[in-house]
């Protein structure tokens, strides 16, 4: 075994690694940006060497500087974690030609799978059923249109060298398969620097299921089962776990064999994912499951099957890429409970799941579960890498029990000011359809109504009222925060003769004015930085609840239900509220480039049209006019801007 490794990554994955190495007695050395001089992943390891500016092709994508931080520090390994250069074939190459142990698989492997359109012929060889498609060398326009004729509508566009949802776009109709077509070609060549493109059927009831394998260099082939992944957002997947619900043993059987096959077509070495798509309109068939592409690397979502199979995948890479067999045989890899996993983002659900950057000035994981991050509090979310912070693992006896387990977490979790999904995700795992295991691809947005947050639910009332009494015995009495007698206008009590007292609660609720009698109740509090109150309520049967509390200026902010909300006194609103597209201004979300500007100044546009396109954290946002008017002003293509710039100007007809 060697004895020092260097992973070629960072955040969540980095931290992964290292903990597998450090526990196997291996020197762990990290590599960073100058984005990335306090970050988590680098306090980690033992050693730390920094690689170049933020920007990823300044860093973490040159493999020269990679190789050399690895000669500088006398690194015997590089595993390359996922994303960045982990499927890079060339830099494969020149790990083993630096005389450096790769911890991947071989780099014609990743060659035959890291192009759909050759993998999906490969496959087609092997015996391996494939998705309906186009997948040719000819990227003409007008051939791309009519072979999405030929397949029918709906289609599925994909970057030829993609992953992660990036270079991909449904397209319904005919009529918009060119700006479709042209909106992949400019994610494909952002992210992988080839603009290629190839075409899917478009399965209308699809589920995402895969199948973990790996291979040693003694001719071994096993499967670690499958993973259902089905519960995606825009292709990116949001939950998966193992195993697959609805799986029968028939089903099962074609699936695992047909991922042994085409593994063995490659000769596959390592960790490796054989990702397949099925048809769920009628029930998991054999005959209704077909091969996408391979994944050749670790996945983001490995824990699962570590969970249920109680493997180590990390020590396995380690073991085979030193040359040892695999640890156990086929007939030796059980199945074992039911494991899920929630990829905690940081994103606001509330403007359409845009990415979220910052610092964390609170950041707090729930407790008794397995947590894969790569930040923690006083940490920062920078706009120049995947906005993915944490994975919320859970392990139980039955779907239901993981289901419930993981919904608890995400209700759990604390982060400000960095917005999150925790609360999406906690309303998705305790979705009716979701907990009964009718899931595909489109989930989210055929639940999206239902997968919205209640404006200010009864619990909120109440914890807000109980954080509020609590607030007033730490502030000075008549502070300007909370006053307990309604001089100011805040939390007010309200006593009538002869009847019980009754507590109302005014306030602002993330800018909003709420109100409402809330009836007493019992409450515990323990004290640390903020306070944490301890509420029962008669309508939750499962017993108390626990809502977080920080202090911050002019309030607080309660963690709810996996929501952060910010709750100020109640006073008039001003006239210098921000945040309105009144005046017709569009403004960034977030820094970062434009590219694309589908209209130009003295364009008329209706309400919801596209103006203006963003790219940042490696997506593309499209900003749309907020009502009928012509374009007063448009940014230029190719623009690096900040974020709340004016991209745009629509102006309302006179």
């Known amino acids: 075994m060697f004895k020092s490794v260097l992973v070629a990554n960072r955040g969540e994955i980095a931290c992964r690694v290292f903990r597998t190495a450090q526990r196997m007695g291996i020197r762990t050395i990290a590599v960073y940006s100058e984005a990335d001089a306090q970050a988590l992943h680098v306090r980690a390891a033992d050693e730390a060497v920094l690689i170049g500016p933020a920007p990823a092709r300044e860093s973490y994508l040159d493999g020269a500087k990679v190789l050399a931080a690895a000669k500088a520090t006398g690194a015997e390994a590089i595993h390359p974690g996922y994303g960045f250069l982990s499927e ?21 492997s990743i060659r035959a799978m890291g192009l759909k359109d050759a993998a999906k012929e490969l496959m087609i060889q092997a015996g391996v059923p494939v998705t309906p498609g186009y997948q040719g060398a000819d990227q003409s326009q007008e051939t791309l249109t009519a072979e999405a004729a030929r397949i029918g509508y709906p289609v599925l566009i994909k970057a030829v060298a993609g992953g992660g ?24 060549a952002a992210a992988f620097g080839d603009d290629r493109v190839l075409i899917e059927r478009y399965i209308t009831r699809p589920r995402h299921i895969e199948v973990q394998v790996f291979g040693d260099r ?56 054989i990702e397949f798509i099925a048809d769920a309109s009628d029930g998991l068939k054999a005959d209704g499951v077909w091969f996408m592409e ?38 030796q890899i059980r199945l074992n409970g039911w494991a899920m996993e929630a990829r905690l983002y940081a994103e606001d659900p509330a403007t359409g799941f845009l990415p979220s950057i ?82 595909d691809t489109g989930f989210i947005a055929a639940e999206e109504g239902a997968l919205q947050p209640a404006d200010a639910p009864e619990t909120v009332l109440a914890a807000l009222t109980l954080v509020a009494e609590a607030a007033t015995e730490v502030e000075p009495v008549g502070s300007d925060r909370f006053s307990p007698w309604g001089g100011q206008p805040g939390l007010s009590y309200g006593l009538r003769l002869n009847t019980p007292p009754q507590t109302t609660v005014w306030a602002r609720l993330d800018g909003e004015p709420v109100s409402g009698p809330v009836a007493p109740v019992e409450t515990g509090w323990r004290g640390a930085e903020g306070l944490t109150a301890q509420i029962g309520f008669d309508q939750v049967q499962a017993g108390d609840r626990l809502f977080g509390y920080r202090a911050v200026e002019d309030g607080f902010i309660l963690f709810v239900e996996g929501e952060a909300r910010r709750v100020t006194p109640y006073r008039a609103a001003t006239s210098a509220a921000a945040g309105a597209v009144s005046d017709g201004s569009l403004r960034a979300p977030m820094p970062g480039k434009v590219v694309a500007a589908p209209v130009k100044a003295g364009d008329a546009v209706t309400k919801g049209q596209p103006v203006v396109v963003l790219e940042a954290m490696k997506m593309e946002h499209a900003l749309t006019a907020p009502f009928d008017g012509v374009v007063e002003s448009v940014a230029a293509v190719g623009d690096q801007v900040g974020e709340a710039a004016v991209l745009a100007v629509v102006k309302a007809p006179d």
């Open 88 to 108: 890079n074939a060339d830099f494969a190459e020149a790990v083993a030609a630096a005389g450096l142990i790769w911890i991947g698989p071989d780099p014609a």
């Open 165 to 188: 949802g990036k270079g991909m776009k449904r397209v319904d109709d005919p009529a918009d398969f060119a700006a479709g077509l042209a909106s992949a070609r400019r994610e494909a």
């Open 358 to 439: 910052g610092r964390l000035d609170h950041f707090v994981m729930p407790d008794g579960i397995r947590v894969d991050t790569g930040v923690e509090q006083g940490g920062e979310v920078s706009q120049f890498y995947d906005p993915m912070i944490a994975k919320l693992i859970v392990h139980e006896d039955t779907r239901e029990a993981a289901a419930a387990r993981l919904a608890e977490a995400a209700g759990e979790v604390e982060v400000w000011p960095v917005k999150t999904n925790a609360g999406f995700l906690k309303r998705c795992l305790d979705h009716p359809r979701f907990v009964a295991g009718d899931v």
């Open 218 to 273: 003694h001719g071994e082939v096993v499967h670690l089962y499958e993973r259902d992944c089905s519960l995606q957002r825009r292709h990116q997947k949001v939950i998966e776990e193992a195993p697959a619900p609805g799986m029968s043993e028939a089903v099962r059987a074609a699936v695992t064999d047909a991922a042994i096959k085409a593994a063995k077509a490659v000769n596959y070495v390592g960790a490796g994912t």
């Open 294 to 331: 391979m994944n050749t690397r670790l996945q983001v979502e490995h824990p699962v099957t570590e969970s249920v199979t109680g493997v180590d995948l990390v020590e396995w890479q380690f073991r085979v890429a030193a040359g040892e067999p695999l640890p156990l045989k086929q007939d």
